[in-house]
């Protein structure tokens, strides 16, 4: 299994700012994924973070609000630009288990709340 | 497009009863479907995986089932017990997208009364 750790656990912040969430992964992965779950809501894939690669992102999220980072194979930082009141949510990062990629592990997460 | 729906009501069980969980899906024919359990302040941790070609996966106290003409999957706790109270993520891969993109259900809350 892998041991991912995300940070920040939660945060606050003031809206217009920035926030870098960071996820260290224990092992080299190819792909890291990054989740955002919205109160009341599933998970929703905002991107797909490669190694060496620009980040692939799904319908409705763009780089401009959410860039991507991926130095290396055990590393990944999402940002949430110029926040506003609905970018609150639990940002997730999760890396697909070895020898099993259809299933996935899970950071414990980041609780963002924008004021 | 893709839809996945789980109950969205609560689901309140007396501890050492069979939980029942639906998953239904639409406008799409998955290949293998997931459970994931989900504790409050922590990220999904999965459970069982099951193949379209699989009618049932079972561990431990855990089964899970996958009629592919109905597009339903149940998953089932036995003997539950107050530890086993959680929500409870269904999955499925996303459709035209790598193996390992999942979409997610909202969850169903399981509370287990001792």
């Known amino acids: 299994s892998a041991v991912i750790s995300q940070k920040p656990s939660r945060d606050i912040c003031q809206r217009g700012t920035s926030l870098t969430i960071q996820c260290q992964v224990d092992?080299?992965?190819?792909?890291m994924f990054w989740y955002r779950q919205q109160p009341g809501q599933s998970l929703t894939l905002i991107a797909t973070?490669?190694?060496?690669?620009?980040?692939?992102?799904e319908s409705g999220f763009v780089i401009d609000k959410f860039p991507i980072s991926r130095p290396n194979l055990t590393f990944s930082t999402l940002t949430v630009s110029n926040m506003s009141p609905e970018d609150s949510s639990i940002y997730l990062c999760?890396?697909?288990?070895?020898?099993?990629?259809?299933?996935?592990?899970f950071g414990s997460g980041t609780q963002l709340s924008v004021l | 497009s893709q839809k996945i729906e789980q109950n969205s009501e609560a689901l309140n069980i007396q501890e050492g009863k069979t939980a029942t969980l639906t998953c239904n899906y639409t406008?799409?024919?998955?290949?293998?479907l997931q459970w994931y359990r989900q504790d409050p302040g922590r990220g999904p941790v999965f459970l069982l995986l099951i193949r379209e070609n699989e009618k049932e996966k079972r561990k431990e106290r855990l089964k899970v089932t996958f009629d592919t003409t109905l597009k339903q999957s149940l998953f089932h706790i036995t003997a539950s017990q107050p530890a086993d109270s959680a929500t409870y993520l269904c999955?499925?891969?996303?459709?035209?997208?790598?193996?390992?993109?999942?979409?997610f259900g909202t969850g169903t809350l399981l509370a287990v009364q001792p």
């Open positions: 999955a499925l891969e996303n459709y035209g997208g790598a193996t390992n993109k999942l979409i």
């Open positions: 999760s890396v697909p288990m070895s020898g099993q990629s259809e299933k996935l592990f």
């Open positions: 973070a490669n190694q060496g690669s620009e980040a692939t992102y």
């Open positions: 406008n799409y024919s998955p290949a293998y």
């Open positions: 092992s080299q992965v190819t792909m």
